[in-house]
Nanobody, 126 residues
Framework: QVQLVESGGGLVQAGGSLRLSCTAS????????MAWFRQAPGAERDFVAS???????DYADSVKGRFTISRDKAKNTVNLQMNSLLPEDTAVYYC????????????????????WGQGTQVTVSS
């Protein structure tokens, strides 16, 4: 059974930085797409960034140029470096993984991902 555990959330002032990490256990995910989503109170779960097994990345327009997704296949982790944080980045951030091996697509919809972490809170104060 795959488990994803996020870490690195917290409280930061606007303009600051945070680095989220997601560690997978139970299965190697080096050949799977992985992604970060976020959900603010009362809102839907929104796509933030994803990384293909080949290394190709995709970002939501709202975070492009500020956030960077990366992965360490040896450690079975995916990271999200968040710079120039804004109050509107405040949300619970979730790590997700696609169960499909070597899939060609890199999806932005939550339903495309099969495994989810429990989430980590990111709060950006103004």
């Amino acid at each position: 059974q795959v488990q994803l555990v996020e870490s690195g959330g917290g409280l930061v002032q606007a303009g600051g930085s945070l680095r989220l990490s997601c560690t997978a256990s139970g299965r190697t995910l080096s050949n799977n797409a992985m992604a970060w989503f976020r959900q603010a109170p009362g809102a839907e779960r929104d796509f933030v960034a994803s990384i293909h097994w080949s290394g190709r990345t995709d970002y939501a327009d709202s975070v492009k140029g500020r956030f960077t997704i990366s992965r360490d296949k040896a450690k079975n982790t995916v990271n999200l470096q968040m710079n120039s944080l804004l109050p509107e980045d405040t949300a619970v951030y979730y790590c997700a993984a696609d169960a499909s091996l070597l899939a060609s697509a890199l999806a932005r919809t939550p339903t495309a991902y099969d495994y989810w972490g429990q989430g980590t809170q990111v709060t950006v104060s103004s």
